[in-house]
């Protein structure tokens, strides 16, 4: 029988609404009649039995923090009544979940391809583009003219767009700042999504061009141009130069059959609400899982928003190092909270909580589930590029811009980004914006991608994780195009720690 409410685990103590209920309305839950005691939003939490002050809320099975006074059954569970169990660092055990990981046996029947472009040095890209990547925040609007000259002439020639991606860094930065500047530029040079790379610099910039080549390391020749602006009579023209070999090399390349196992995918949520652990994110964690067992690559970051829920990554550990790895991971994240005096659970964000979301261990346990169940192979550090194909952790803070571009530098080749509020944001890579709620999809025709709100309309988990595995094929493939790239929403964002000279 179809209800106006969802229970997520069996085990649980409160139902998520699937409309908007009015103070005195009845729902009926196991036979018997609950009475809402006020007026409670979609996407929120009723209490479907009495629970005392002090005990615990229970959500996904999983206890999302506790009771600050008695709630009757048919009250609103949220920030008024409820307070978080987190508090601060954790020591951890590794305790190896048995059985778990359903790639593990899985036996791929069919081999699946992607119409990819196949690249020199053996990567693979799914874009044909030309990227102008700047040293140095000065030269931004350098960067910009240039790209917009050569797009202007040469988008549609064989060639996806030429783009540019501005940042406030690579001057007046010292240590850890610079070198996480240096990572990611460097790691977006390598970017096989560019089948080209013009790097401009200033020359007198801490990163300048001679630095940031030893941070590049081995390179082609033919594929990467350096230009110093300060060098150069007229950087424009000189430009537009390099611009057009790059461009004749790019020219070259055509796509051709790829299998999927060399697809790259980072996962993200973003602006999330009540329904992000029931419907987008575990819709992805189901892709990811089907990815995996054809040998792809999918990228979990948001390190503060595992915070409650690490053990669930910790147990799919793929060893003791691993595991390790992890738990510096998520300590690390929590040493740089409290460095800085703030709290470590200081989340969810305003627009979470007005979506529905009340606890850090509620947003968690929503988040982590878009890694499915498959074992965390390798753990990376902020700038790090993936190595090993199956289910990989990176270093990031929940900020969507920064941990997008941190998927993207990474080597993902897309970003699937899960959200019920909704983003314009687009990083470097194709990103997939997925609604966890159908009126969102409806509503933001220009920002949202895929529905996943499908899911509480009646449609099977498996059948729209086909839906969706298609969709990514055809993306990757060049047959359609999400809509940051329509729109030309493609930015970046870089982290930042410590002192501005």
Same mark, same amino acid.
């Given at each position: ?14 139902v998520?609404?699937?409309k ?8 009926? *839950? ?29 959500k ?7 009771a600050?006074? @008695? ?22 055990? *590794?305790y190896?979940k048995e ?31 030309i990227?102008?990547i ?5 030269i ?11 797009? @202007? ?34 790691? +977006? &040079? ?16 801490n990163?300048?061009?001679e ?21 150069? !009579? ?7 130069? +390099? ?79 691993? *595991?390790?790895?992890i738990?510096?991971?998520?300590? !690390? ?8 005096n703030?709290?470590?659970y ?44 199956? +289910? ?35 990083g ?16 933001k ?6 529905d996943?709100?499908?899911?509480v ?12 595995f !298609? ?8 047959? &359609?195009r ?10 970046i ?9």
């Amino acid at each position: 029988m179809k209800t106006d409410y969802l229970l997520v685990n069996k085990a649980d103590n409160v139902v998520v609404t699937l409309k908007h209920y009015h103070k005195d309305e009845r729902l009926l *839950f196991e036979g018997k009649e609950i009475v809402v005691k006020e007026d409670i939003d979609v996407g929120h939490k009723i209490a479907i039995r009495q629970i005392n002050q002090g005990q615990n809320l229970i959500k996904y099975g999983f206890p999302i923090g506790h009771a600050t006074e @008695d709630i009757k059954a048919g009250c609103w569970v949220h920030t008024h009544n409820t307070k978080t169990n987190l508090s601060g660092e954790l020591d951890y055990t *590794f305790y190896p979940k048995e059985g778990e990981d359903p790639t593990s046996t899985a036996t791929v029947v069919e081999e699946r391809t992607f119409k990819g472009y196949q690249r020199a040095n053996g990567d693979v890209g799914i874009r044909n583009e030309i990227w102008v990547i700047n040293t140095v925040g000065c030269i931004n609007k350098t960067s910009e003219l240039v790209a917009k000259t050569a797009d @202007d002439q040469y988008r549609g020639k064989g060639i996806d767009g030429v783009y540019h991606y501005p940042h406030l860094f690579g001057c007046s930065q010292l240590g850890d700042d610079l070198h996480h500047t240096q990572k990611i530029l460097s790691n +977006l &040079v390598h970017h096989p999504n560019a089948a080209a790379v013009l790097v401009l610099g200033l020359g007198c910039e801490n990163n300048y061009i001679e630095e940031f080549k030893k941070v590049i390391g081995d390179h082609d020749n033919k594929r990467v141009k350096f230009l110093s602006v300060q060098e150069a !009579d007229d950087e424009l023209e000189e430009a537009m130069e +390099l611009m057009e070999e790059l461009i004749d090399y790019a020219q070259k390349f055509t796509r051709e059959d790829i299998p999927v196992s060399k697809l790259k995918v980072g996962l993200k949520c973003g602006g999330s609400d009540g329904f992000s652990g029931i419907t987008a994110n575990p819709l992805v964690g189901s892709f990811s899982d089907k990815l995996i067992s054809y040998g792809g690559t999918t990228v979990l970051t948001e390190v503060p928003e595992m915070f409650g829920a690490e053990t669930i990554l910790m147990e799919r550990a793929k060893n003791e190092r691993v *595991f390790e790895m992890i738990v510096d991971l998520v300590n !690390d994240f929590k040493a740089y909270f409290i460095k800085h005096n703030q709290v470590v659970y200081e989340n969810p964000s305003p627009g979470n909580k007005k979506g529905g979301i009340t606890t850090l261990e509620e947003k968690s346990l929503g988040c982590v589930q878009k890694g499915g169940f498959s074992t965390v192979n390798d753990v990376l550090p902020y700038g790090g590029r993936v190595t090993s194909p199956g +289910l990989n952790l990176v270093q990031g803070p929940g900020n969507d811009l920064v941990s997008v571009t941190a998927l993207a530098a990474s080597g993902a080749h897309i970003v699937i980004f899960t959200t019920g509020r909704g983003t314009p944001f687009g990083g470097p890579v194709p990103t997939v914006k997925m609604s966890t709620n159908t009126a969102l999809f409806q509503k933001k025709k220009n920002w949202i991608d895929f529905d996943a709100g499908q899911l509480v309309n009646g449609k099977e988990l498996a059948q729209l994780t086909d839906e969706l595995f !298609d969709y990514i094929i055809q993306l990757a493939s060049g047959e &359609v195009r999400t809509n940051n790239e329509k729109n030309g929403f493609k930015e970046i964002s870089i982290f930042k720690d410590g002192v501005i000279l």
